[in-house]
């Protein structure tokens, strides 16, 4: 099959399809092509690691494969990845929710990390680099320290190297590296090919353990985590069978070394870990209230108060709502484990309703924020599951007055009150006010609040510690 034959061809399985197309393709020629399509911005970067997942998971490197791939058939790779990733009943071939509502979240989750490098990145850095240092007494994890132990290098070196490699693969899309050429590049008089090295261990994988580590999101996997689907979550940089290096999809990457730290700090102290991360995002939380009148928290990672000219806003933070399997299925029955379980959105919606009736202001307004995707939690699909949660516990459904969002929501809505002059808790009690504006996710609802308060003006829509975090780290 090529890209010229019919579109007829189009209405067959196109997992199959794909995986007729990718069978006995040469393997290191179809990687380099990838990656110069992903360096170069032309494909969308899940859809190529899905293809790459096609083209290693069939067969092993071996004699008797023909000539890689051609960019248009790559096109049609991808034309057909996509096909399989919005699958309205199936997750890579096994059955799930077909609801529309199921597919969208399923879809939004799968789609990571298209397109949103820019609050993703400084937010982890902001995070991970600049709060989390200061809250290692408090969470009982001495983080960077256990870090280094384990793994024979330091979070500075692994972002000093991560992000040289990722300058370096931008000006040489589709070649290959090893350790020692990698450290010449880098030049730092504190790293060498040692550091580098245990960089690569902890950043690299081999076809086989690619291949190893895929998985489909099924009720059978009670393990299943994010990088089953896409094992470059885990593993962005592939080690070629002739021992040098090669990353094919450059975001990957720097996810890896920014939000991605999670996969290496969870292993040396869960509890230390959830517990550093849930301290750092309240204090994150607090950051981007800064300007705001009136602020106050009631206790450490306690809700956030933020009093207004005719409300007040009572800001609750959570880390994860869902977990991998339900974000990667949609099942209605996964997501409503994960937002009933202890301390996840359910009883953080619930803390939060104890916070408004503890107050004596004439009007308050209530929003769970939350670090970890949440793409369409203030839709009705996930307030409906919400609702269902919380009619079991006996407790009365939400109401408007009670917003979902994930924190980019949060980042533009506080961005925008700095440019615009106009109160968070005002702006959040506008969107509660109209019934139009309600089920809006928050950044949604930003961007249109953005147009009619700065007309012509387009402001940026990201928040001065995110500024900040990029100006330290990117230079930017």
């Known amino acids: 099959m090529t890209a010229n034959e019919p579109q007829s061809h189009l209405d067959a399985d196109p997992g199959s399809l794909l995986s007729d197309l990718l069978r006995r393709r040469d393997v290191h020629g179809t990687l380099t092509l990838i ?13 190529l690691a899905a293809v790459v997942r096609f083209l290693l998971e069939r067969e092993p490197e071996g004699d008797g494969r023909g000539g890689p791939l051609s960019l248009q058939e790559l096109e049609l790779c991808c034309e057909l990845a996509s096909s399989v990733i919005l699958s309205p009943d199936m997750a890579f071939g096994v059955q799930v929710s077909d609801s529309a509502w199921s597919m969208a979240h399923r879809a939004a989750y799968q789609q990571l990390p298209d397109g949103e490098a820019d609050g993703y990145v400084p ?13 290692q007494e408090t969470a009982r994890f001495d983080f960077e320290a256990a870090y280094e132990e384990a793994y ?16 370096w693969c931008l000006e040489h899309p589709g070649e290959s590296f090893d350790a020692a050429s990698l450290a010449t590049h880098i030049g730092d008089d504190g ?54 290096y090669l990353t094919p999809i450059l975001s990957y990457l720097l996810r890896r070394i920014t939000h991605g730290l999670y996969y290496d700090l969870i292993e040396l102290d869960r509890g230390g870990f959830i517990r550093l991360v849930a301290n750092s995002f309240s204090v994150y939380v607090g950051k981007l209230l ?24 009572v800001i609750g933070c959570i880390t994860r709502p869902f977990g991998a399997l339900s974000r990667s299925t949609g099942d209605r029955k996964h997501l409503r484990a994960d937002l009933a379980r202890s ?56 109401d408007a007055d009670i917003q979902l969002a994930h924190v980019s929501g949060l980042e533009a809505l506080s961005a925008l009150s700095t440019r615009s002059d106009v109160g968070l808790v005002e702006l959040l009690a506008a969107k509660v006010d109209h019934a139009d504006y309600r089920g809006l996710e928050l950044d949604a609802y930003a961007r249109y609040q953005s147009a009619t308060l700065c007309p012509g003006q387009a402001p940026s829509l990201r928040p001065q510690v995110l500024d900040d975090a990029a100006a330290t780290f990117l230079g930017s």
């Open 290 to 313: 800064t300007g705001q009148t009136d602020v106050r928290q009631l206790s450490d990672r306690g809700a956030w108060h933020v009093n207004g000219a005719d409300a007040t806003l």
């Open 35 to 47: 990656a110069q399509a992903a360096s170069h911005g032309t494909l969308p970067d899940h859809q």
């Open 191 to 244: 790293i060498d090919a040692k550091q580098v090295e245990s960089f690569l261990a902890i950043m690299a994988c081999d076809y086989a353990t690619f291949r190893s580590m895929l998985g489909v999101p099924s009720g059978s996997h009670p393990h299943f985590e994010p990088y089953n689907i896409n094992p470059f979550r885990k593993y962005p940089i592939l080690k070629l069978p002739d021992g040098k």
């Open 123 to 135: 937010r982890s850095l902001a995070l991970y680099r600049q709060i989390a240092p200061t809250q």
């Open 343 to 398: 301390g996840g959105v359910a009883d953080c919606v619930k803390r939060v309703r104890e916070a408004i009736a503890a107050s004596d202001a004439k009007r308050v307004i209530g929003l769970v924020v939350a670090v970890e995707d949440f793409y369409l939690g203030n839709g009705p699909f996930i307030q409906s599951v919400v609702n269902e949660v919380l009619e079991a516990q006996g407790q009365p459904p939400m």
């Open 152 to 167: 024979g290098i330091t979070i500075d070196q692994v972002w000093t190297i991560g992000h040289a490699l990722w300058g």
